[in-house]
């Protein structure tokens, strides 16, 4: 079964070089609809059938997600940890075969309810110490891994980590910068493919 995992700090800085390629998967929005953060998450039409091809193909996925729910106190993590276990059973029972290896968890914010959690993290993106735990455990090579996500944060946090990048359009493509702490420039953001999901960009990149 899936790990849910909040990295210890010790994941969060750049692994050594090497490894396999791989996909690391920004959860709302791609995976799942904006808005269903309490759950249940149903997968997004396609989502199933996308992620049984890439495993077919032997491409590891990932998801790295802020979850800005646990820093206000609404859900835990044991909470988003039974929430990512049901998903990964409805992407079973839609496409045999399909799945996410590992669920990598920001729980923090600049202005969390939790004071424990109200943190300048290492892994809010798009900081990319998400995708550097993903590297650590999965065994990828950040170089030829993927990351793809609806908004410029995760982009930049793959472009930080020496990923190639994916934007497919979400509802909340156009939102305003994640705050982070970090200062950059979303007009700078380097965006290697644009599609309208996930699902196309599978489709089209390894067609069966």
């Known amino acids: 079964m899936a790990q849910t995992v909040v990295p210890t700090a010790s994941e969060l800085v750049a692994p050594p070089r090497g490894g396999r390629p791989g996909v690391l998967l920004d959860r709302d929005g791609v995976l799942v609809a904006e808005g269903q953060v ?4 149903v997968p997004l039409p396609g989502v199933a059938e996308a992620l ?17 729910i646990i820093a206000r106190g609404e859900l835990t993590v044991d909470d988003v940890a039974e929430l990512h276990a049901q998903l990964n059973a409805a992407l079973e029972a839609q496409a045999p075969g399909a799945a996410v290896s590992l669920f990598l968890v920001c729980p923090h914010h600049p202005n969390a309810d939790r004071r424990e959690l109200r943190v300048d993290c290492a892994c809010r993106k798009p900081r990319p110490g998400l995708l550097f735990a993903a590297a650590r455990r999965l065994d990828l090579d950040l170089s030829r891994t993927i990351v793809v996500g609806d908004r410029l944060s995760d982009l930049h946090a793959g472009e930080l980590a020496g990923c190639r990048t994916v934007l497919v359009r979400s509802s909340e493509t ?35």
């Open 52 to 68: 049984r091809v890439l495993n077919h193909v032997g491409l590891p996925c990932a998801v790295v997600t802020n979850q800005p």
């Open 38 to 41: 309490r759950g249940p998450l």
């Open 174 to 208: 156009a939102a305003p910068p994640i705050q982070s702490g970090l200062a950059w420039s979303p007009s700078a953001v380097r965006v290697d493919e644009t599609w309208p999901s996930l699902s196309a960009w599978v489709r089209r990149t390894w067609p069966t």
